[in-house]
């Protein structure tokens, strides 16, 4: 035991309880708050994580466990069209959505960071998106884009734009292309408040001086704003690609990873074998899929944070 | 010049301002004027004549009376409420106990370990899904709700630590000293002098841990399967769907209805709301 812990038990008059004692040490109080932390987390991460490996190399059913097949269910899917076609979707739909969540974003970012009357309403009502159930918001935009009820079409005839209904979610790329609208949709809120909170850190001296020598808007925001702000638009960007890549909920309602299997992300194919059809270990293997680039972005998330703590 | 600057204002400000907040909130809009409009007024296809979509004069609560009273909308309510809760109260004992642990004690691997809880904060729930529902059935958990109320934490552990380290390390550690001094064991002034101090970052944390599980989505659909045992998101989404047919009114007032509870939650505590978002960020 530490010194200190001896000298406090001699400081006061009966001596504590054993239990007490042992929490003195301070190895012995970590190890006590942190066993509730790693049981869960080792029961329900790490265990269904070794789980799922074994999954993917066996032909399990549900309700059948299954022989070792080795990489066949790998070799399997990386022979299916419709994972293709998912692999593609999960890609374009992670690199077109950050792009505009990111440019959005930090447009909407720069317009709250200005005093205006009604600041702090609009801010609190700009994050509804991102706190709302976004299976149940998801909903009003499947209703929105409803093929003949559509008040979008609504709108774009009434302003001239089109001449005949548009089939929203009955084309793959119109699909794509709406399931894309939804995910920005919720994700500009995130970015916005995020990145607000980055630029509020900025000291606005450093904008005025460079406004008193002359320089312009658009280079005042290059040479400085961005710069500083570069920290954190790098963590946010990071946690939206991750969550992004695994998305499931809005591609799951919005159109079932239809129309003809066309807009199917990784998680929604893997939700389909897996447990649509009960090909457990089909479906543990496509989830496994995504892993590599996970762990990918990962990496790189966490080496950059190290550098920007050195720093 | 002035006017200039008027004119200047309107297109960089108002303007873009005034987009934004159309687009982010219209689809709440629809979600309430949906849920009071009257079915005859609801499925008039969008080209026809004399059609405002915009308003109902003739508001109802139909869609309102037939989620309470033909569906099992009372129950969902109560079921994600009192799984958010327990997931809730579970992770913020956890996360405070290891937040505390990790940021201000000194034991062997503390490092690795800190870093291997941000690394289960970044796992997403689809990855695991599949093993977790095999899990959950073989623990016999399957369609309760304690399937829930145990495996939300896994998400919710790692970023309420996260955000209660921040907290922690901005606690003086002279504070706890002081009262060490003063005869005041480890454990005391962990629970009296330093937890006390980051109540705010308890409330964050926790107003965050509330909103993620009440939204929860894929693991209470995959692991609920009896009707009354459903939360909301999954209740509406599985049973206010016949086949291909939607019923919109009650689909949308039961969006509604679902989402007040987490608004409300959300009202009190923006501030906390925002700061727990920025510090599950930043960290």
Not at chain 1, 89 to 106: A, R
Not at chain 1, 142 to 162: A, C, E, Q, R
Not at chain 2, 88 to 98: M, N, P, Q, R
Not at chain 2, 256 to 283: C, D
């Amino acid at each position: 035991m530490a010194i200190s812990a001896v000298s406090d038990t001699t400081l006061r008059e009966a001596p504590p309880p054993r239990r007490h004692r042992l929490l003195e040490d301070e190895r012995w109080l970590a190890f006590v708050l942190l066993v509730p932390t790693i049981v869960l987390l080792g029961m329900f991460i790490a265990y269904p994580f070794m789980r799922g490996i074994l999954l993917s190399v066996t032909s399990s059913r549900v309700g059948m466990p299954g022989d070792f097949v080795g990489l066949a269910n790998f070799y399997k899917i990386f022979n299916d069209g419709i994972f293709r076609t998912s692999v593609y979707n999960t890609f374009l739909y992670t690199g077109v959505t950050t792009v505009f969540k990111l440019g959005l974003g930090l447009w909407l970012a720069m317009l709250l960071n200005r005093n205006f009357r009604g600041k702090a309403l609009a801010r609190a009502f700009i994050l509804l998106p991102f706190i709302i159930p976004t299976v149940l918001s998801t909903f009003a935009w499947k209703w929105m884009f409803d093929p003949t009820f559509s008040v979008l079409n609504w709108l774009l005839y009434h302003l001239g734009l089109i001449t005949g209904r548009i089939n929203w979610l009955g084309d793959p790329d119109l699909a794509m292309i709406s399931i894309i609208i939804v995910n920005i949709w919720r994700g500009v809120p995130f970015f916005a408040i995020s990145l607000l909170a980055g630029l509020q850190t900025i000291s606005p001296e450093l904008n005025e001086a460079a406004a008193i020598d002359g320089a312009k808007p658009w280079q005042r925001f290059w040479h400085i704003t961005w710069p500083l702000l570069l920290p954190v638009t790098m963590v946010v960007m990071l946690f939206s690609v991750i969550q992004t890549f695994a998305d499931f909920q809005i591609v799951y309602v919005m159109t079932g990873g239809g129309p003809a299997n066309a807009t199917h992300l990784f998680a929604t194919y893997a939700y389909q074998i897996g447990i649509g059809t009960g090909l457990l270990s089909e479906g543990a293997a496509i989830s496994l899929a995504m892993f590599p680039v996970l762990f990918l972005v990962v990496i790189v998330q966490l080496l950059y944070i190290r550098r920007v703590e050195v720093r | 010049m002035i006017e200039g600057a008027r004119w200047r204002k309107w297109v960089f400000f108002y303007v873009p301002m005034a987009l934004f907040l159309l687009f982010l909130l219209f689809p709440f809009y629809w979600m309430v004027i949906t849920s009071v409009r009257p079915d005859g007024e609801l499925y008039r296809p969008w080209n026809s004549i004399n059609y405002n979509p915009f308003w109902t004069w003739k508001p109802t609560a139909d869609h309102v009376r037939y989620l309470f009273e033909e569906t099992l909308f009372a129950s969902w309510l109560w079921n994600t409420t009192f799984i958010a809760l327990a997931s809730t109260a579970i992770s913020l004992v956890c996360g405070v106990a290891a937040g505390y642990a990790l940021s201000r004690l000194n034991f062997p691997f503390a490092g690795s370990l800190g870093t291997a809880i941000f690394i289960t904060y970044l796992v997403p729930q689809t990855l695991l899904f599949i093993p977790l529902a095999e899990i959950i059935r073989n623990y016999r958990l399957g369609d309760t709700p304690w399937s829930l109320i145990l495996t939300y934490p896994t998400f919710l552990i790692p970023f309420c630590t996260w955000i209660m380290m921040g907290y922690f390390k901005a606690v003086p550690k002279e504070l706890e000293e002081c009262a060490r001094i003063d005869g005041a064991s480890r454990w005391q002034a962990m629970l009296y002098i330093v937890i006390p101090v980051a109540i705010p970052g308890i409330l964050s944390a926790g107003i965050f841990a509330f909103t993620l599980s009440w939204n929860e989505f894929i693991y209470a659909l995959v692991f609920l399967s009896s009707p009354e045992q459903k939360t909301v998101p999954v209740g509406v989404t599985s049973e206010l769907i016949r086949g291909d047919v939607f019923y919109w009114g009650p689909l949308m007032a039961g969006a509604l209805l679902g989402s007040i509870p987490v608004a409300i939650a959300y009202s009190f505590f923006v501030e906390h709301y925002v700061a727990g978002l920025t510090g599950s960020v930043k960290g």
